[in-house]
Each structure stands twice: as structure tokens, then as C-alpha cells.
């Protein structure tokens, strides 16, 4: 099982750099009722588990925006995607 925990200050920008200023924002929206550094409830909060499986998939927010900031990193294949289970 896999556990997200929210970041320190409830601020995304503090788990990637190379997250984009649309995806830190997107995150903290969906995910930003937990307590830092505790996990977050995706069991019961659809939105956050929504973000963070776009995010980790598409390399975009679930509005379509690009999740990061450099160009180096491209979606994910099917074979890299992380799986939840």
C-alpha cells in the first residue's frame, strides 16, 4: 500500500522543484485539508487521489495544465507508472 504524506506547510513546491507553480497549486486545493506530514486520506477524498494519480500519470494537472516545469521529464510509460495497490 502506498501513502502519501502532505508535505511540510502544506506546500507542494517542497516535494518537487520542478513542479510548476499550476500543479503546487492544484495539489494544495485537492489535498490541502491534511495535516503536514501526514497521510493523506485519498480513500476518502477523491479529489486529492485524483491529482496526484494525473499528476503521476499524465504529468499534468486534472485541469490539463503541465504538471512540471522542465522538459526533461516526459509522461510517464506505461511500464514506469506507479501503481496503487
Known amino acids: 500500500m502506498s501513502h ?16 510548476t507553480p499550476e500543479a503546487t497549486a492544484a495539489l494544495a486545493t485537492a489535498c490541502g485539508d491534511a495535516e503536514p506530514n501526514t497521510a493523506l486520506r485519498t480513500s476518502t477524498n477523491a479529489a486529492c487521489a485524483d491529482e496526484l494519480i494525473s499528476v503521476a500519470d499524465s504529468a499534468e494537472t486534472t485541469t490539463g495544465k503541465p504538471a512540471f516545469a522542465i522538459s526533461t521529464i516526459a509522461a510517464p510509460t506505461p511500464a514506469t507508472r506507479l501503481s496503487f495497490s
Not at 504524506?5 to 522543484?17: C, F, H, I, S, T
Request: glycine share 6%.
Open 4 to 19: 502519501f504524506l502532505q508535505p511540510a506547510d502544506r506546500d507542494w513546491a517542497n516535494v518537487g522543484l520542478h513542479f
